[in-house]
C-alpha cells in the first residue's frame, strides 16, 4: 500500500492505491499483442495510419475535450460528451505506441494533466451536475474517462493517473453500491441498461492493476444483476444466458450494436481476472451469432445504431447502415476473442473490417470519419454532435480501429508467434527467453498475392511461426528456404524449426474473385477479392440503356484484369466482364465495366460520385446508383453535412492539410 498526495485546483486529496508489480490474472491469452513501438507499416495501412495521425488524432484540440469536465453546465444532460476525451485518448495511447515521439507523448500527458485538473473533492470526474449523476450517458462518460486514464498509466506507469482512476471508480461505488443501486438500470431507458452495463471492462482492469477485490466484486455484481428483474426489464439485461442459449443479438434485450458489444469486452476481461469459462464461452457465441446474422460483406453490422438482422437485409438501401462505432467496436470484440482464444477467425474477421467497413469511413486525408457507412450511394461525413467539442462519437471512435491494427497484426505466443496481417514493414518479437526476432515482409498484398517474409532471429533458435491462412485463400502456396508446408484454409499455417538468419518464407494466397451471392436469396451478387470487396463508381462507368449480368464461371470465380485507368485516388481497380441479353433474337454480348476497392468507392465524398456495391442481377445500366442517399442519414438535416471546419479553441481555423508531420519514431 502507498498514499499519494494529490492536488485537485487548489484542493488537497489522498488516495490510497495497492499497486502490483504484475498484473493479476486467472485466464492467460492464446495470443500476446505485439509490444508497442515494434510494427512499423509501410504502403495501403501504414498510409492510412499516418494520416489518421498526423491529421486527426495527434493534432486534437484537447481543451475543447476538457472544457465539459470544467463546466459541467446544463446542457450536458441527457448528451455524451464525457465519452469524447476517453475515445480520443484511447485513440492517441495506441498511436503513441506505434510512434512513441517526445511530440506525440508531450501532447498525452497534457491531456491527462488538463483532465485530472478537473477533479472533484470526492473523486468524481465527468460532466454532469452532482444531482445529475447516474443519469442518462454519465456512467457511460465514466467508463470512457477510466479507459483513458488506464491506457495512460499502462503507457507510463504514472502512479498519479491510476490514483486518479482509482477515485473515479470508488466515487462510483458510493453513489451507486451494489445491493442497493442496480447501476445496471441508470442511463437511457430505451437502451435498458446497456451503456452503464458497459463500465465492466474498465473497473475489470482497474482490478488487475490494484488488486483491490472491491473492483472484482462490484464487476460480478454488475453481471449477476443482468439475471434480475429492474425498472427498465422484468427478466433483466440477461446477455450471457441469451448469448448462451444462441438467441440472435436483435432479439437480446435492447438491440443497441455498440453498446451491448461493449459489455461483452467487458466480460472477456472478468473471464481474464476470474477464469471462469461461461464469461469466454457466452462472448464467442455472441461473437459468432453476431457474424452469422449481422455482419454485412464488408465486415460490419448495424441500421439506426441497433442490430437489425444485417446480413440478411444487406442488399437493401438501409436508412442509417453501419455505424463507424459499430464497426471499431466489432474489431474491439473480435480483438479479445483473437487474444483468448488463438482462433483465426477473428483476424479474418478484423482483416476484413479494416479494407472495408473501417476504410471507408475515413475520409481520404483521415482528418474525418463518416457516422454511417452505405453499401449504395454517398459516402458522408459526420456532422458535429456537439459543436462546442468539434466532436461526433464516430470521429472520436474511428481512429481507435484502425490505430488498434499494429497490436494484432504479429501477436505471439509461448512457443513463438503469428503474423496475422500481412503488409508491407517491419516487426520485432522478443522471444519467451528474451532473444529477438525480426520480420520484413515485402508484398503488395492486398494488390498482389505473393508476401516474402525474411525471418532473422538473433540467433538461431527452434520456434514456432503461425502464418494465417485466410478462409477464403482455398489454394494457398506456402515455402520455407524452397521447402513446401501445407497450410489449411482458416488455419495457421504452423512451422516449427531451427530458424537462422536469412530464413525466408514466402506465402502466395488466392486472390481469385468470389461472386459472393445475397444471404436473403434475392438475385444479387458482391465481388470480393482477398479481403477487399470491389464496388462500382460513378466515375469509373458510363450510364448506358442496357441490363448487365456479372460473369462468372460454374465454380463462382470472375475474371478481373487491372484497368489500364483510375482516378486519382482509387486504389484498386480491375475490368469485370459483364453480359449483355438482349430481347428476341440478338445474341449475348459481353462489356466491360471497371469496379474498384469499396475503401476508394465513393470518396469524393459527395453526391457528385456514386457507388454501388451489391449488383442486382440484372444490373440496369441507365440509373444503376441510388442518389441523394445522404436523406436517409440525416433526416432531420436541410443540406447534406460536408467535411466539417475545425477550429481552435481561440477560433483560428486549423486545416488538416496545413498540420505538421509527426516526428520520425524514437522507438
Known sequence: MISMHLKNGCVPIVATVLLLARPLSAANDKLTPAASGSVHFEGWVGEKIELSLRNRVMVQDVDRLVKPFRDRVEENINHWRGEYWGKWFTSAALGYGYEPTAQNGALLDRAVKELISTQTADGYIGTYKADKHLGIWDVWGRKYTLLGLIADYDRTGDKQTLAAAVRVADHLLREAPPGQVNVTETGADVLKGLAPSSILEPVVLLYVRTGDRKYLEFASNIVASWDRPNRLLPLGLRLEEQAMRGVPPRQIAAPKAYEMMSCFEGLCELYRATGETRHLDSAIKFAHSVRETEIMVHGSGSNHELWADGTRLQTELLEQPVETCVTVTWMKLCHQLLRLTGDSTWADQMELSLYNALASAMTPNGEWWAYFSPLHGQRVPSHFQHKDCQMSCCAANGPRGLLLTPSWAVMGRADGLVVNLYAPGRMTHRLADGSTVRLVQQTDYPAGDTITLQVTPEKTKRFALGLRIPAWSRQ????????????????????????????????????????????????????????????????????????????????????????????????????????????????????????????????????????????????????????????????????????????????????????????????
Not at 453526391?607 to 446508383?625: E, K, V, Y
Request: proline content about 10%; overall charge neutral.
Open 476 to 667: 494457398s502456396e506456402l515455402k520455407v528456404n524452397g521447402s513446401v508446408i501445407p497450410c489449411t484454409p482458416g488455419r495457421y499455417a504452423e512451422i516449427v524449426r531451427e530458424w537462422a538468419p536469412g530464413d525466408q518464407v514466402v506465402l502466395k494466397l488466392d486472390l481469385r474473385a468470389r461472386a459472393v451471392p445475397a444471404p436473403s436469396g434475392a438475385p444479387q451478387f458482391a465481388v470480393q477479392r482477398g479481403p477487399v470487396v470491389l464496388a462500382l463508381d460513378d466515375r469509373l462507368i458510363k450510364s448506358q440503356d442496357v441490363a448487365a449480368w456479372l460473369v462468372t464461371d460454374p465454380e463462382g470465380f470472375v475474371t478481373l484484369k487491372p484497368s489500364a485507368s483510375k482516378p486519382e485516388g482509387v486504389w484498386l481497380a480491375f475490368d469485370v466482364a459483364f453480359e449483355v441479353r438482349p430481347t428476341h433474337f440478338f445474341k449475348h454480348h459481353q462489356i466491360t465495366l471497371t469496379m474498384c476497392d469499396l475503401a476508394s468507392a465513393g470518396n469524393g465524398w459527395s453526391g457528385a460520385n456514386l457507388f454501388r456495391t451489391w449488383l442486382s442481377q440484372p444490373l440496369f445500366l441507365r440509373s444503376p446508383f441510388p442518389a441523394e442517399t445522404w436523406r436517409l442519414m440525416c433526416p432531420d438535416m436541410p443540406e447534406c453535412p460536408t467535411i466539417p471546419k475545425v477550429t481552435a479553441t481561440d477560433g483560428r481555423e486549423w486545416s488538416p492539410s496545413k498540420a505538421a508531420k509527426p516526428a520520425a519514431s524514437g522507438g
